[in-house]
Structures are given as C-alpha cells and as structure tokens.
C-alpha cells in the first residue's frame, strides 16, 4: 500500500503524504522495525510538519550508527532551521557511510546555501 501511493503519485510532490503515517504506523503494528519507524518519521515530516518529523526521528534510539538516520535528521534540522545540529548531522553521516555516492551528496547538502555561512 506504501508503495502503491508513491507510484500513483505523478512526482514526489503530488504524493498523498496524508495517508502515509497511518499505513507506517500498521506497518511498525507488524513489523516492528528501525528503519520503518525512520520511514515513518519522513513521511511525517511531509504529512505534518518538519517539526513533527524532527520529534519522531529522535524518538528512534537503535539508529545512532546508521548515516541513514544522520541524514535524515540533517535535513529534518535544516528544513527547521537549525543550521549547527543539521551540519553536525550530516558530517555523522558522512563518516557513518562507506558509500561515495551518499558522501557525495551529503557533502552538496553541506555546501548548500547557509550550511556554510555558519
């Protein structure tokens, strides 16, 4: 069902973020599981509010060495505002992960706009 409402969606932004947490949440019913809960803690974020998200994601304590979880709340400090913590996040993910591509790109999102002016 997850699925099925991001391959319905045009593109990303016409996806129906309303209905994606109530689904993340039967899912975590079944399968209890980290990487779930950070999935849901994202579609928070776009159903609710950064803010929500932001609560969510640090509510998940089994992905302190997982880049995924860094990153995710690098964007969900940057989307807030929170500059500092967001750059503290995305350099844990960038010595979490041994993938060139996410150093890539969590190297970009370091670069990006006000990243580097604090």
Request: hydrophobic content about 45%; some cysteine.
């Amino acid at each position: 069902a997850i699925a099925g409402f991001h391959m319905r969606a045009p593109c990303f932004a016409d996806t129906d973020w309303g209905e994606l947490p109530k689904l993340y949440n039967i899912l975590m019913e079944l399968r209890p599981d980290s990487i779930v809960q950070l999935n849901r803690s994202i579609a928070i974020r776009y159903a609710v509010s950064a803010e929500a998200g932001l609560r969510a994601v640090k509510d998940i304590t089994s992905l302190q060495e997982h880049y995924l979880y860094h990153s995710a709340l690098g964007d969900f400090y940057l989307e807030v505002g929170d500059i500092i913590n967001a750059r503290v996040s995305y350099d844990r993910a960038i010595q979490l992960t041994n993938s060139i591509a996410e150093k890539n790109l969590l190297q970009k999102k370091l670069a990006k706009g006000e990243l580097n002016r604090v």
